[in-house]
């Protein structure tokens, strides 16, 4: 069957192809959407449940740990090369990025002689080029100091130049963060250091209930 010219089934097909490879739908303003990538047990994700932010994508690069977020949120979450991931995600505002002690280093590719998946830092900086969220939140336990500060200089200077301020947390008792964002002046960092608090504080933010 030909679907082109004046076809009113050329449109619908365009629409159709597009929803399939770029499948960011129409969003509610009033709302905080986020993205969790290197998701875990969706600890991040449940923190922003909590902090009243709409998570709408998930990334892991381990299928058995998509299983187990899948039941625990029924939403799944992307496998897939780091590419294809920012290609695939929605329209969202926070993104929240779990790293550990290889957050500079690329895993081991699944094929030969092709890069298809990035260290997780750079695949987050991949997203805050191509979809400049407000806020990028990275965060990890048992962080060495050595490894925030490498974080943190890697990310300004990647992402400077976009208009965005970095700071870095860094903490032996509770987990350690770099934050990237576009408000002024430095991060308002919460007293006691959780994850929970921490993203609350990211919603009272961007949300203007800090400034």
């Known amino acids: 069957m030909t679907i082109a010219g004046n ?3 050329y449109g619908r097909f365009n629409e159709m192809v597009d929803s399939l490879f770029n499948p960011r739908d129409r969003r509610d303003p009033g709302i905080i959407r986020c993205a969790d990538l290197y998701c875990g047990d969706g600890t991040a994700t449940l923190a922003a449940f909590t902090a009243g932010i ?3 994508y998930a990334y892991t690069l381990d299928e058995d740990e998509s299983d187990r977020y899948l039941d625990k949120f029924r939403m799944e979450p992307f496998v897939g090369t780091t590419g294809d991931s920012v290609r695939m995600a929605p329209e969202f505002d926070l993104l929240l990025v779990q790293i550990g002690e290889d957050a500079l280093t690329p895993p081991k ?3 030969r002689k092709v890069r298809s998946y990035d260290a997780p830092v750079e695949h987050a900086l991949r997203f805050v080029r191509v979809r400049k969220p407000s806020i990028i939140l990275f965060w990890g336990h048992d962080l060495s ?3 925030v500060q490498k974080v943190a200089l890697t990310v300004a200077g990647d992402v400077g130049q976009l208009g965005y301020s970095t700071d870095a947390r860094h903490d032996a008792d509770h987990p350690s963060f770099i934050v990237a964002h576009l408000s002024p002046g430095e991060f308002p960092w919460p007293e006691v250091p959780t994850l929970t608090n921490a993203i609350e504080t990211v919603e009272a933010v961007m949300s203007g209930k800090l400034r």
């Open 7 to 9: 076809n009113p089934l």
């Open 54 to 56: 709409d998570p709408v």
């Open 109 to 111: 590719q699944r094929k």
């Open 145 to 147: 100091g050595d490894l």
